[in-house]
């Protein structure tokens, strides 16, 4: 019942910037915090960025610290990635996620993702 939609991939150029979307449903959003992870080929995944449910506490990776801003409008359950100054190691799909339990600092029980935005910096 919990859904994960993510949208705003693409091909950008490096110096370019993406938003990202993730609209959520099934769960009370408001209650939750959210997180954007990514996965390149080969690589692990990768925690990106988290959010707490009001919106007022925000953490990042050091690897896009500076360059991109985590944010949430409860109104429309959607939380948002805006990334700037893209590099060719961004390039990755990017996944939408919170849990059962999901404050800011602590994330129990049941997982959730989206399938995910590919998003691909090159020239």
């Known amino acids: 019942q919990v859904q994960l939609v993510e949208s705003g991939g693409g091909l950008v150029q490096p110096g370019g910037s993406l938003r990202l979307s993730c609209t959520a449903s099934?769960?009370?959003?408001?209650?939750?915090?959210m997180r954007w992870y990514r996965q390149a080929p080969g690589k692990e995944r990768e925690l990106v960025a988290a959010?707490?449910?009001?919106?007022?506490?925000?953490d990042y990776s050091d690897s896009v610290k500076g360059r991109s801003t985590i944010s949430r409008d409860n109104v429309k359950n959607t939380v948002y990635l805006q990334m700037n100054s893209l590099k060719p190691e961004d390039t990755a799909t990017y996944y939408c996620?919170?849990?059962?339990?999901?404050?800011?600092?602590?994330?129990?029980?049941?997982?959730?993702w989206g399938k995910g935005t590919l998003v691909i910096v090159s020239s």
């Open positions: 996620n919170t849990r059962e339990i999901a404050t800011f600092r602590v994330y129990a029980g049941k997982e959730y």
């Open positions: 099934g769960f009370t959003f408001s209650r939750n915090a």
């Open positions: 959010i707490s449910n009001t919106g007022d506490m925000t």
